[in-house]
């Protein structure tokens, strides 16, 4: 079976300021990686995927992710943050891609972001 | 074109009682997943359709829960005698066989 362990629960930042939410993973068969993120009162959007090739991933809104098989992690990353992303952000992790597989989801980490 | 849509957006119902929450996936996507979302927890996955049939049912908590998908497009999420413990977001997503396409979810809210 697959987990997620969001270490963060809560990150504050200040605006312009670079951010990182940390995501690890546990999983005795290759899985395949998300991060979504959900504005308040609103659903689940897609932010970046790793399902094979580079693992460096760049998303939507200039976010991007490295997967790191040797330390099962997928870190999500931005360098210079916006209010606009004040957010909570969800780490998944699927034995397929993404479409025929369930979804196993971290517990989430709520950004802040002050001005 | 127009996303996954759930409703009631918001429910609030009394212990005991049946609910039924709906789903509409985007036109086209055979694959349908319910998943449950308690406050403070990300999304809990309960049940996926292939087409018309329940392809994993293993997140169902226990039989007062069930869904149906007869025409292999809406689904329904029933909930018998409901318990304060069932309050959470309902999430409904659809897909192709790529990205999972997520709805605002459904408020379920037991008194």
């Known amino acids: 079976a697959q987990s997620v362990t969001q270490l963060d629960s809560q990150v504050p930042v200040f605006e312009e300021a670079p951010v990182e939410l940390r995501c690890n993973y546990s999983s005795s068969v290759s899985v395949y990686l998300f991060w979504y993120v959900q504005y308040p009162n609103q659903g689940l959007q897609l932010l970046l995927k790793y399902l094979s090739g580079s693992t460096l991933v760049k998303g939507i809104n200039g976010f991007e992710a490295e997967f790191n098989k040797s330390q099962t992690s997928f870190h999500l990353r931005k360098p210079s943050v916006h209010i606009s992303d004040t957010a909570e952000y969800f780490c998944?992790?699927?034995?397929?891609?993404?479409?025929?597989?369930?979804?196993?989801f971290g517990k989430g980490t709520k950004l802040t972001v002050n001005p | 074109g127009a996303g996954v849509s759930q409703t009631p957006s918001n429910k609030v119902t009394e212990k005991g009682k049946y609910v039924e929450l709906r789903c509409d996936p985007i036109s086209g996507h055979t694959a349908l997943y319910w998943y449950r979302q308690s406050l403070g927890q990300g999304p809990e996955f309960l049940i996926y359709f292939q087409g018309t049939g329940a392809a994993d049912d293993s997140g169902l908590p226990n039989d007062r829960f069930f869904a149906v998908r007869p025409e292999g497009s809406v689904s329904t999420l029933k909930i018998q005698r409901t318990e304060r413990g069932d309050s959470a977001v309902y999430l409904c997503?659809?897909?192709?066989?790529?990205?999972?396409?997520f709805g605002p979810g459904t408020r379920l809210t037991v008194l």
């Open positions: 997503a659809s897909s192709t066989g790529g990205e999972q396409f």
């Open positions: 998944a992790v699927t034995k397929g891609k993404g479409g025929s597989e369930k979804l196993v």
